[in-house]
């Protein structure tokens, strides 16, 4: 037992040898985020670039603690205790289990540390992006409302109609595919997403020109400055949401229409498979030719 002690400590000290070194990176991961929590608020010039530098000092400090984790996975795995005495081994396992369990809780430490360093750079950043939309907000959300009040019905409306009522014209025979081949069936199904993209199309020109929201602004603001105009353009988003409702109608027949081809394809390729297979076993029987050498002929064509 003695014996074998002593090997394993010397497994568990060599494994153990990367920890210093994921502690340092850990440390310097730790050392780049201090001017988020210490002293006087910097300005976001300085702290933006610090955001990237800790995030990849993060990464680099992760593989370090993961290649740690794979050195004591080995170490057990090498450590094979091949004892005849189930007592002597459950010892030995006791041992090797009490060595390890320090450096694992390290380990844990490490990743604990490392994630409140990727912490505070996530609320540093939700934090500017929050200041920031305030500013923007009170900007927009003006010029928003200057913009949407007394606005009747869109000519962007009226436009994008008939677009969705071309859509369902062309998904409407769909459902009559029976006597079309797949070939046929994966045409028509081309056609119909052409129809429907160019209703969406319109359906986003229209939202747009109800609400003039840029694609481009913060999800969060972009929901608050909707709130604001939403109850000064009621109708409008009422007949939005009604062409909505008719477009995901359109998008599911066309998904329904596409698995009726897959099944069909699929029932001609077992189709072709079952006569293939009769064939063949219609020429074996009456030529009598061994099936070893009639697969022997058709590989060589």
Not at 113 to 122: D, E, F, P
Not at 172 to 182: A, I
Not at 187 to 215: H, M, N, Y
Request: hydrophobic fraction near 40%; charge should be neutral; proline fraction near 4%.
């Amino acid at each position: 037992l003695e014996a074998k002690k002593a090997e394993l400590r010397r497994l568990v000290e060599d494994a153990a040898a990367s920890v210093p070194a994921v502690e340092q990176s850990v440390l310097e991961a730790e050392t780049i985020v201090e001017p988020f929590i210490k002293g006087k608020q910097k300005e976001e010039a300085e702290l933006m670039p610090l955001c990237e530098k800790a995030e990849v000092a993060v990464a680099e400090a992760r593989a370090k603690c993961e290649a740690a984790k794979q050195e004591f996975a080995a170490s057990i795995a090498s450590s094979e205790i091949d004892v005849g005495d189930e007592q002597l081994r459950r010892d030995i396992e006791a041992f090797l289990n009490a060595e390890l369990k320090r450096p694992q809780i390290r380990m844990g430490q490490f990743e604990r540390r490392l994630q409140r360093v990727i912490n505070i750079v996530t609320r540093y950043r939700k934090e500017l992006r929050h200041s920031r939309n305030k500013v923007v907000y009170k900007s927009l959300s003006q010029q928003l409302l200057e913009s949407v009040q007394g606005k009747g019905e869109s000519q962007a409306i009226e436009d994008a109609e008939p677009q969705l009522i071309d859509a369902e014209s062309e998904v409407r025979p769909l459902g009559k595919h029976k006597g079309m081949t797949p070939e046929e069936m994966r045409g028509k199904a081309a056609q119909v997403e052409a129809a429907i993209d160019s209703a969406r199309a319109a359906l986003t020109a229209a939202s747009f020109a109800v609400i003039p929201i840029d694609d481009t602004l913060d999800d969060d603001l972009k929901r608050k400055l909707r709130a604001v105009a939403a109850p000064h353009v009621k109708r409008p988003l009422m007949r939005l949401g009604q062409f909505e409702r008719r477009m995901v109608r359109l998008v599911n027949l066309l998904a329904t229409f596409r698995k009726a081809i897959a099944r069909k394809e699929a029932n001609g390729a077992g189709q072709v498979n079952g006569v293939a297979s009769k064939l063949l076993q219609w020429h074996v029987s009456s030529t009598g030719v061994e099936p070893g050498d009639l697969f022997d002929q058709l590989c060589e064509g």
